[in-house]
Every structure is written in structure tokens, then in C-alpha cells.
């Protein structure tokens, strides 16, 4: 399974999920930094139709919304 996170780094929500990440101990996510990477942006672009993070790509599927990201994280560990 692929999981890219696309996020920035001042951004209170994406922290919000990434701690959740660290805190489980997780090492199977990607992360993007839109602000960093021009590229990024515009591939969050086009996978969601939108530039909103955080957003965790599954299997090239959006995930948007930092409460439904941790939801799914937990609902998911990684093996």
C-alpha cells in the first residue's frame, strides 16, 4: 500500500497528524511538502482537485480532514 502525506510543516493540523504518525512509530508514510516542493503542489492538484492539507494519499485515493487521517492511521496500523 502507498501512503503519501502531503503537508507543510507550519501548518497545525499536519502537525497534529504527523505526531499521531511519530507516536505510533509509523515509517510506511511519505511525506510532501507542498511549500518546499513545487511538485508537489501541483500533484496534490491534480490527485484531490485541491491544494488542502493535510492529505493523506492512499493508494492514489485523497484523504483529507486531520481527524478522518488519524482515524483511518488507527483503523490501519502498519504491520
Known amino acids: 500500500m502507498e501512503l503519501i502525506l502531503y503537508m507543510f510543516e507550519t501548518c497545525p493540523f499536519c502537525r497534529k497528524v504527523i505526531r499521531e504518525i511519530e507516536e505510533e512509530g509509523r515509517d510506511d508514510i511519505?511525506?510532501?511538502?507542498?511549500?518546499?516542493?513545487g511538485e508537489y503542489r501541483?500533484?496534490?492538484?491534480?490527485?484531490?482537485?485541491?491544494?488542502?492539507?493535510?492529505?493523506?494519499?492512499?493508494?492514489n485515493r485523497p484523504l483529507y480532514e486531520s481527524d478522518d487521517i488519524?482515524?483511518?492511521?488507527?483503523?490501519?496500523?502498519?504491520?
Request: aromatic letters at 6%; charged letters at 40%.
Open 30 to 37: 511519505e511525506y510532501r511538502d507542498i511549500h518546499k516542493n
Open 42 to 59: 501541483r500533484e496534490l492538484v491534480e490527485i484531490g482537485g485541491k491544494e488542502q492539507v493535510p492529505c493523506l494519499v492512499i493508494d
Open 70 to 79: 488519524i482515524k483511518w492511521l488507527r483503523d490501519n496500523p502498519h504491520r
